[in-house]
């Protein structure tokens, strides 16, 4: 099977990583159970996890072939493909990401996943304080789609 990322890609993502990440994170892929019907970008979506883990010995990567539900369930998972970020495998961040993450999200991963390692993010202090002040549960969905 042919590399989604360039060779030019993945080692300036690598020297990325081994610049910015620093404790471990592991990447929960949940994929529809193949007899159960077409998952559009699920084998994508699973090759682009594996090139992006394989450049870091600080990222882990758990598949999940949805032969049962009960780990999507425990994940609140709704629709395929899913990848959840975890700072440690099992501690969720809420973080996820539905369909391939691709194109411009494809750079929000590499920035979250480094954002998860090191444990800060590139936020200006003002916004900082003001999300610190919430002070109630809040879900953010952000939608795109392709041009």
């Known amino acids: 099977m042919a590399k989604l990322l360039s060779e030019k890609d993945a080692s300036a993502i690598k020297d990325y990583f081994s610049q910015q990440l620093v404790n471990p994170v592991t ?15 699920c084998s994508e979506t699973e090759q682009i996890a594996q090139e992006v883990v394989e450049l870091s010995d600080k990222l882990n990567l758990v598949v999940h072939k949805m032969t049962t539900e009960e780990k999507a369930k425990e994940y609140n998972i709704k629709y395929f493909p899913a990848l959840v970020l975890e700072k440690e495998e099992g501690t969720d961040t809420g973080v996820r990401f539905y369909g391939i993450p691709s194109g411009y999200e494809f750079g929000v991963l590499i920035e979250d996943l480094a954002d998860l390692s090191s444990g800060k993010v590139k936020l200006a202090p003002d916004v900082i304080s003001q999300v610190e002040s919430v002070q109630k549960d809040v879900t953010i969905k952000v939608f795109v789609t392709p041009t």
């Open 27 to 41: 990447l929960r892929l949940f994929l529809k159970d193949p007899g159960e019907g077409e998952c559009m970008y």
